[in-house]
């Protein structure tokens, strides 16, 4: 089945007791059994309920992958991945990265003896200086959080397969229509599905696809005993939301487009970070590896302090200032304050991560509208 398809109906079939189109929400914590071990596959929904299995194969199709797997939160997917290691294992990861991923690495589980490396990964052979025996993972963003930078997945997963390390996609910015890292050699897929699966920002929730059943069941192990597994109605919500992915993407892409375009020749911006541009370091391999740009764009504002900064992110009409993104309304976001404060000024700046940096989540409102927001905000 083709992509349009998947979204609207893989992992789900009429209800059988009634022939309801729409998956029902199980609201239930448990489940009948005749005697005991006796039951429909169904025991106790921390380890498995029906709505949020419907969404689970869905989201597994969409990245063509075998297995999927709900969260309670993006993070909670994450730290699902990090429980799969052990005291002395290191990590390689890139220099720029979700803040709230850089804060579990430093900040939790680099208390458990694990060990990070922050590289910048546009040219993947800087893996192989820093690969040892005790790595055991690799994780990258890609196009990463807020830099826009690409990363090539292929080169990236041939190390890894070679050194025989685990290598984890954080395909949030991407979402599984515009790229598919399991088809280029990864191991493990990971989403915030509060961004663009989601699409509505109207519910937390993570996922992790893969292809590899014994990996599968290790998580499947965390998944049930840890239990940040999220409820039906959150799953129900996801599954409505899945269904448009393919034609919000359309359209967020499109608008994307314009509005960088439309940044590009302003003369208050110093810079955009948009994987379209040709002249965006590492476009060759976006164009390769994704089936087109996405719509967030970071921009740096020409000679602004972080009072003129400030100014102008509260001045937009349409796009809400907001943590967050990939839902159908605009947002903008500050990130050396909001959603990266809590990586060391010194770090996020190596990253480009400034203080006159702002993030835009391009919604799939009316162009026109948009245009003229960023065209009043800007002046
Ligand atoms: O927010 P949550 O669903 O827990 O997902 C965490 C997460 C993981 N990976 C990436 C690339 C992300 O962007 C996020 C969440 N990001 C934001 C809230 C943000 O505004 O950037």
Not at 105 to 113: S, W
Not at 212 to 223: H, P, S
Not at 232 to 261: W, Y
Request: aromatic share 8%; proline share 5%.
């Amino acid at each position: 089945m083709k992509f349009a398809t998947k979204a609207i109906h893989a992992g789900q079939h009429p209800d059988p007791a009634t022939g309801a189109v729409m998956t029902p929400v199980y609201q239930t914590s448990t489940y009948a059994q005749k005697s005991p071990g006796d039951h429909k596959g169904y025991e106790y929904s921390r380890g498995t309920n029906p709505t949020r299995k419907a969404l689970e194969d869905c989201m597994a199709a969409l990245e063509n992958a075998k297995f999927g797997l709900a969260f309670a939160s993006g993070m909670a997917a994450t730290d699902a991945v990090l429980k799969l290691l052990k005291p002395g294992d290191e990590v390689i990861t890139g220099n720029d990265l979700y803040g709230g991923s850089y804060r579990i690495f430093t900040k939790v589980f680099a208390n458990y003896g694990i060990k990070f490396h922050f590289l910048n990964l546009s040219d993947p052979e800087i893996i192989r200086h820093h690969i040892s025996e005790k790595t055991r993972l690799i994780w990258i963003e890609t196009p990463t959080n807020p830099t826009m930078q690409v990363i090539d997945i292929r080169a990236v997963a041939a190390i890894a397969k070679a050194e025989n390390v685990l290598l984890t996609v954080d395909n949030t910015f991407a979402s599984p229509y515009l790229q598919n890292p399991i088809d280029l050699g990864a191991d493990l897929v990971m989403h915030s599905v509060t961004k663009y699966i989601g699409g509505h920002s109207d519910v937390v929730m993570g996922a992790l696809m893969t292809n590899n059943e014994q990996l599968y069941k290790d998580l499947w192990f965390i998944y049930n005993s840890c239990g940040a597994t999220p409820g039906p109605m959150d799953s129900f919500l996801v599954l409505r939301g899945i269904k448009t992915l393919h034609l919000r993407m359309q359209a967020h892409c499109a608008n994307g487009r314009r509005v960088a375009e439309f940044l590009q020749n302003h003369p208050r911006i110093e810079k955009v970070y948009w994987p379209g541009f040709e002249h965006h370091p590492n476009h060759h391999i976006a164009k390769a590896q994704m089936r087109d740009f996405g719509g967030m764009i970071s921009i740096v504002l020409k000679n602004a302090g972080l009072q003129e900064t400030f100014k102008i992110a509260s001045s937009f009409k349409v796009f809400t200032l907001a943590e967050s993104l990939g839902g159908v309304e605009s947002l903008v976001n500050h990130p050396a304050t909001m959603t990266h404060a809590s990586i060391p000024r010194e770090e996020r700046e190596k990253a480009g991560v400034v203080d006159n940096l702002l993030r835009l989540s391009v919604g799939v409102e009316d162009i026109d509208d948009l245009l003229a927001d960023l065209e009043q905000a800007l002046n």
